[in-house]
């Protein structure tokens, strides 16, 4: 099963939450037009390494299960571009989706 949902972050901007129900797991992961993040299932090593051409803005939470847990949840790591951008590991997902607007 599939949920998207609205996940307002404030100032009349709202991102995009996606949950996907594997079996004995959930794909969690929050989109803006520029960035996103994600549950534990990210591979932020392939996407700074294999995909760097692309400067993917994106950032990596591991252990949540519900996507306000995803929001509130300190991340884990996060790409280069993202760094760039401010957003460093430790940051809540709320705050990196906020520098992601």
Avoid at 36 to 57: P, Q, S, T
Avoid at 66 to 84: F, R
């Amino acid at each position: 099963m599939m949920r998207m949902v609205p996940v307002p972050l404030g100032e009349g901007v709202t991102a995009l939450g996606v949950e996907v129900k594997l079996p004995k797991t959930t794909l969690l992961a929050i989109s803006t037009d520029r960035g996103y993040i994600m549950c534990g299932a990210l591979d932020v090593g392939l996407l700074n390494d294999r995909l760097k051409d692309r400067e993917i803005i994106a950032g990596r939470a591991v252990g949540v299960k519900t996507l306000e847990e995803l929001l509130a949840a300190p991340l884990e790591s996060v790409t280069t571009t993202a760094e760039a951008l401010g957003i460093t590991v430790g940051m809540n997902g709320t705050d990196a989706l906020r520098l992601m607007i």
